[in-house]
């Protein structure tokens, strides 16, 4: 695990922060979200990642956003994790890096309301396409905290 | 195929001459094997009204239901089969290990609801002054068996240990306001223990 | 653009009685050839990831149970390996056992299950029939173990909620000695017969660089050459403490997927035989006692029947999960209907996508349009019976 992490850590420099294995064979990487296209596309294509999915979070003052890529032969995972700002959500997409991406996009937007600049298609894909706009169902601010 | 070889005739052959694979039911009876899970039913001699069951139960398929009228207060515990998803919380959490059972009933359609819902019922105990619940009477006594002598420092357990025994108190059993500090050992929730030894009321006749 | 004369179907509407899930698919056709495809899913949406935010920790394994009802112990299995990843605790060496007796288990029946499906497509229906019919003592035999036939309720965090009795033991050695000969049997018939080989053979090709394009995996993955197995990447339960081996085929077409899938079922036995051995006559805990889950993140995976099922769970140390993000392998899988699709003919489309394996019976909701002028040509029905059609005619070629 640990020649993992060097490796990154050389390949991604200064643009990858506090790069550490939080639980066992899983590691984070907190990025910024102006490097983000630079870095998956190191991860992606330089360094022979599988890409599995990308998730997403609210939290109580960000967006979160962490891609998952799957390093086979060393048995980990290797997140990045890009915070997003809470009134203006939005990113850069990766679809002309990895193709597969676009589904995952659309179904972040329409599920909490994040903004992918330059996505080929972004139409409904899960919700009817005469869903209200602006009600984005997987956010917490309707509820009391 | 083109040219069956002779592992796919006989086992054509097999096919025709075997019977189909399908149960007679409900021509015949179906007997399910040992471990299948089928419909919960409670059981009353083994059930204290806990409510443990209604906590854990995943697809909210329990009831219970507290009914505090004056004189005589009942909890009651509805199973309703149309909404379980036989996954054994309820079986696994009982605190007795008796009160409900998954059996192997699996023909539970209904016309009306009545004939499958199974439930129980158990007095309540209430706090003499504001009336809001302690427990169900089988489960303070349940508990005061398990825990033996500690029993006698806990007033309620204590109130119940005398009623078994059949010991008349020379106390009132009535909730006469305001709270004294010797209602503390009457048969009260806790906030209003609290009250009694911290208040302690009494009015100048 | 050829103007020719075409039928137009009414469409009945993704939800209708006679149709078993709801899906829907877009083809865009230039006479007999493909152009383009639009996947559009979410007519089963039900909301599970929200779900899961108001259920205990306990009870979030029996919602993601019925995400599926094929591979319903997949789910389950990835959520008990992300919340052990999230404690850091080990489970106990009999529980690890039986953990994977079920998830083999549940690989043959899913996997027989599509090879019906797959033979009722191109009109062998005689293939249809008796692979459910070795498929029963299977889920016989769930019935008896766990208690259902479907939903098997036999996870839990820190290990299995029943076990597995000796008096069941033999049973199972019973029915696996006969499956392996009716499936050796099924494998010959496929393989030898040429009439499935010209039609199966170089249809549906996706490349390596698709696979890598669109992160597919599971068998779909391994008929392309692509060596990608969460059980040997990652061992977790009994996988590394019995001897197995990972399947791959070379070409990437249709014929390479029915291979790769007959074989796992093989070795799935094989897996489940040394599973026996290890725990028969023995005693053992089946479970530890999981009081808390602490604050953290945690991240999951379990090879299911196909591909890789990835959970990730964060929490803040109360009873519920804040975020539970769940994906499913034919999430993955599905896209690359837009990669081997385009080329082809339409009497191929059913097959294709059922060689994909989609873990909705999403076929049932296909549309086929004319490129040019968007005019519905055909549905579902009409592409299988093309497809049947064109193995009649290969079969009369030969």
Redesign the interface.
């Known amino acids: 695990m640990k020649d993992i992490i060097g490796r990154i850590q050389s390949k991604l420099g200064d643009r990858g922060k506090d790069i550490k294995e ?5 590691v984070y990487v907190s990025v910024d979200r102006k490097n983000i296209k630079e870095c998956a596309k190191i991860l992606f294509e330089d360094m022979d990642a ?4 990308a ?3 609210e939290n109580f003052d960000s967006f979160e956003i ?1 891609y ?1 890529f799957g390093f ?2 060393e ?1 980990a ?1 290797v ?1 990045l994790r890009v915070y997003l700002d809470k009134d203006n959500p939005e990113i850069d997409t990766l679809t002309d890096i ?3 991406i676009s ?2 996009e659309r179904e972040m937007w329409e599920l909490l309301g994040i903004n992918f600049k330059g996505h080929p298609n972004m139409k ?5 396409d005469d869903w209200e706009k602006g009600n984005y ?2 956010r917490k601010d309707k509820y009391e905290k | 195929m083109k040219k069956p070889k002779i592992r796919e005739l006989k086992e054509a052959v097999k096919g025709i001459f075997s019977r189909p694979y399908t149960t007679k039911f409900p021509y015949q009876p179906h007997t399910p094997p040992p471990r299948y899970r089928g419909k919960p039913e409670y059981y009353e001699e083994g059930c204290v009204g806990c409510g443990a069951c209604f906590q854990v139960c995943s697809a909210n398929a329990i009831d219970m239901i507290d009914n505090t009228e004056k004189g005589n207060p009942i909890r009651t515990l509805i199973q309703h089969p149309s909404k379980c998803i036989f996954c054994r919380e309820c079986e696994r959490n009982c605190i007795t290990g008796e009160g409900i059972k998954l059996t192997q009933r699996f023909d539970i359609a209904y016309v009306d609801e009545e004939d499958v819902l199974s439930s129980v019922k158990h007095k309540l105990i209430t706090c003499l002054y504001c009336g809001t619940v302690i427990g169900t009477e089988k489960h303070l006594r349940w508990v005061l068996k398990r825990i033996g002598n500690l029993g006698f420092a806990q007033p309620v357990l204590l109130s119940q240990l005398m009623e078994e025994l059949q010991v008349k108190t020379e106390y009132e059993e009535k909730g006469v306001p305001p709270i004294q500090r010797t209602d503390m050992l009457k048969v009260v929730c806790p906030k209003c223990r609290r009250i009694a030894f911290i208040s302690d009321e009494k009015k100048e006749k | 653009m050829k103007n020719n004369k075409k039928t137009v179907i009414v469409p009945i509407g993704p939800y209708h009685p006679l149709l078993e899930e709801p899906e829907f698919f877009a083809l865009y056709c230039d006479g007999e050839k493909i152009v383009d495809v639009e996947w559009q899913a979410g007519y089963n949406h039900r909301g599970i990831e929200k779900l899961s935010e108001s259920k205990h920790w306990d009870q979030v394994t029996f919602l993601v149970e019925r995400i599926c009802g094929i591979c319903s112990t997949s789910h389950p299995f990835a959520y008990c390996n992300t919340i052990e990843n999230l404690i850091g605790m080990t489970i106990p060496e009999r529980a690890k056992y039986i953990r994977s007796i079920i998830g083999e288990l549940e690989r043959i029946h899913s996997h027989l299950l599509w090879m019906g499906l797959a033979g009722h497509f191109l009109g062998y229906n005689t293939v249809f029939m008796w692979a459910w019919k070795y498929r029963e003592p299977v889920l016989d035999l769930f019935e008896i173990i766990s208690g259902n036939r479907n939903h098997y309720a036999m996870f839990k965090i820190g290990g299995v909620r029943r076990n597995i009795e000796n008096e069941d033991i033999p049973k199972i050695r019973k029915m696996l000695a006969e499956i392996k000969g009716q499936l050796e049997m099924l494998i010959g018939a496929v393989l030898d017969d040429p009439v499935l080989t010209a039609r199966l053979k170089n249809v549906g090709v996706l490349t390596k660089q698709d696979i890598k394009n669109f992160g597919s995996v599971g068998p779909v993955a391994r008929a392309s050459g692509v060596d990608v197995d969460v059980r040997r990447d990652e061992p977790y339960a009994a996988y590394p403490l019995v001897e197995w081996s990972v399947i791959t085929a070379k070409n990437g077409d249709v014929l390479d997927k029915a291979v790769v899938r007959l074989s796992e079922c093989l070795e799935a036995v094989k897996i489940i035989t040394q599973c026996l051995d290890a725990i028969e006559g023995k005693a053992g805990e089946i479970g530890e006692e999981v009081r808390r889950v602490p604050e953290g993140e945690g991240i999951g995976r379990h090879e299911a029947p196909r591909g890789e099922c990835f959970h990730y769970i964060r929490s803040d140390g109360a009873n519920s999960p804040v975020r539970h993000k769940i994906r499913a392998p034919s999430y993955t899988n599905v896209p690359t209907f837009k990669a081997s699709c385009i080329g082809q003919t339409i009497s191929d489309v059913a097959i294709i996508l059922a060689g994909v394996d989609p873990c909705y019976c999403c076929t049932e909701r296909v549309a086929v349009y004319d490129a040019g002028k968007k005019k519905k040509l055909y549905d579902f029905q009409h592409l299988v019976e093309l497809s049947k059609q064109k193995t009649e005619r290969i079969r009369k070629e030969i």
């Not at chain 1, 939080?22 to 899983?26: E, F, H, K, L």
């Not at chain 1, 599988?50 to 999915?53: C, E, G, K, L």
């Not at chain 1, 409904?124 to 009817?128: E, V, Y």
């Open positions: 939080q639980t066992n064979n899983r599988r890409y599995i999915v998730s997403d979070m962490l998952h086979d032969k048995s995972i997140s990895i193709p597969g589904y995952i409904h894909f899960l919700l009817g169902p997987l």
